[in-house]
């Protein structure tokens, strides 16, 4: 079983800066395909950025590329997902998610572990 705890959400105006963590509580983190999914009220849950097991390859949605930037820490157990040049449209819930896996996963239905999600509130 992987838990997984989100923090770092808040309320920021357009243009600022936010950084989410999402610790993970498993002895092989390393081995994991991690990602960030949101959700905003009425509207499905979305990928946002997703990390292989090395870090070495990413994927980001094309609403947020050039503007978030995912990491991982291994040895910190920890993924990151850095938020700049925020905008009203990013407000929503952020949601880490974690699988067993090598390689990119893209697929909301291919993850197994979630967290509880970090509220994001983006103000004009």
């Known amino acids: 079983q992987v838990q997984l705890v989100e923090s770092g959400g808040g309320l920021v105006q357009a243009g600022g800066s936010l950084r989410l963590s999402c610790a993970a509580s498993?002895?092989?983190?390393?081995?994991?395909?991690m990602a960030w999914f949101r959700q905003a009220p009425g509207q499905e849950r979305e990928l946002v950025s997703a990390i292989n097991w090395s870090g070495g390859r990413t994927y980001y949605a094309d609403s947020v590329k050039g503007r978030f930037t995912i990491s991982r820490d291994n040895a910190k157990n920890t993924v990151y997902l850095q938020m700049n040049g925020l905008k009203p449209e990013d407000t929503a819930v952020y949601y880490c998610a974690a699988t067993y896996a090598s390689g990119l996963i893209t697929k909301a239905g291919e993850y197994d572990y979630w967290g509880q999600g970090t509220q994001v509130t983006v103000s004009s």
């Open positions: 498993v002895r092989t983190f390393s081995h994991y395909a």
